[in-house]
């Protein structure tokens, strides 16, 4: 006989939102969490992340349409601010810009073509010189708060939340049984929901065909704030032809409170992350000191704080919703799956139900590379 109908594995943004859906549709749900609340160990810690709707593919597209009313949702059920509409620019050697505006068009999110003479007229501690994409529905999200709201919100439904619990197997039993074992002993559920960051491979290696997640250590910046004369947006920036000394693109926005973030995106040290030191790698870190100094004149790129988090990739850099028998993974978030958490916690819920995941983000494309 099972205990549960779910167990999540995993208590991050992607875990409690799946908990959360779960627990909304009556299913017996346990989630459970491998370190304490507001550990700072895996992807979803920190204070800020960018919602930005600047894509162009249609099922990134509805999912964020999906995810925005989704946290609405969560706001209003729990009387917690999740998201700030401070707005995003985009700009640089972006090739996909238009297409990026025509989709959006399309969903009925609104986006804006503004010179680089306009746009450092709004945003004069950012630097342009190239048209700007602007969204002014996009925005800045609480990461800390996100994690704590669903959580809050999952338990208000049902779901058992258990922190500092770390999983010690999963076993499949039959196409409609898994075992997962902790410290406290084995517990068995109908299915089991997989989505631990950069833990995923060592909990699924042999059980689910995975493709190659690569985990890297990240070490973005807060830098402090120069100018407050305005209401600063959240920005991306990709690299032009004499850009050749940058690690990547740019990301950032401002963290209230602590100071402008910025970060390279996707291209920290190669780590095991039960091996980590948590120091910002010094030559990148000057490198994205050299970035504010040149790029953001309303920062000071010599008063700044580094911060450490992980990324886990997959080979295409298109995160991965599917399941296989029991067994449900989300994965490959980072760096750009968390504002589309809740719909995501969707996603995983209806494939815990046997339904089926858009076939862009599910394993059957890496067979076909």
């Known amino acids: 006989m099972t205990d549960l109908d779910v167990v999540v594995v995993g208590g991050g943004a992607m875990g409690s939102a799946a908990a959360w859906e779960l627990a909304s549709r009556g299913r017996q749900v346990t989630l459970l969490e491998r370190f304490a ?45 999740l998201l700030d509409r401070v707005g995003i620019v985009n700009h640089g050697d972006h090739p996909r810009l238009d297409e990026v505006h025509a989709a959006l068009g399309a969903a009925g999110i609104p986006s804006a073509f503004l010179p680089p003479e306009e746009a450092a007229r709004r945003w004069p501690g950012l630097r342009f010189t190239t048209r700007v994409l602007h969204t002014p529905s996009a925005g800045r999200l609480h990461a800390d708060a996100s994690v704590r709201a669903l959580q809050q919100a999952a338990a208000a439904r049902g779901a058992e939340i258990r922190h500092e619990t770390p999983v010690r197997g999963i076993r499949v039993l039959d196409d409609d049984l898994v075992e997962v074992t902790t410290d406290d002993g084995p517990m068995t559920a109908r299915r089991v929901v997989v989505a631990a960051g950069a833990w995923t491979a060592k909990l699924l290696g042999g059980i689910v065909p995975l493709p190659p997640l690569v985990v890297t250590q990240e070490q973005p910046a807060h830098f402090a704030v120069l100018d407050a004369s305005f209401e600063w947006p959240g920005f991306n920036h990709r690299p032009g032809p004499g850009d050749d000394w940058w690690y990547s693109g740019v990301y950032g926005m401002e963290t209230p409170g602590e100071g402008v973030k910025a970060g390279w995106h996707g291209v920290g040290p190669v780590i095991d992350p039960d091996a980590r030191d948590y120091a910002a790698e010094p030559v990148q870190l000057a490198a994205l000191r050299r970035y504010v100094r040149e790029w953001i004149p309303g920062a000071d790129a010599d008063r700044a704080v580094a911060i450490s988090c992980t990324y886990t990739t997959t080979p295409d850099s298109v995160f991965l919703l599917d399941a296989v028998g029991p067994v449900v993974v989300g994965a490959g978030f980072s760096g750009h799956g968390f504002k589309f958490t809740p719909a995501i916690g969707r996603v995983l819920a209806d494939l815990a139900e046997g339904r089926a995941a858009p076939e862009v983000f599910r394993l059957g494309r890496f067979a076909r590379v």
């Not at 162009?56 to 601010?81: D, I, K, Q, S």
Request: no cysteine; hydrophobic share 40%.
């Open 37 to 81: 609340p507001g550990h700072v160990h895996g992807a979803s810690h920190g204070a800020s992340r960018n919602f930005n709707v600047a894509y162009a593919e249609p099922a990134h597209v509805a999912l964020l349409v999906e995810a925005e009313l989704r946290w609405r949702e969560l706001e209003h059920e729990t009387g917690a601010r």
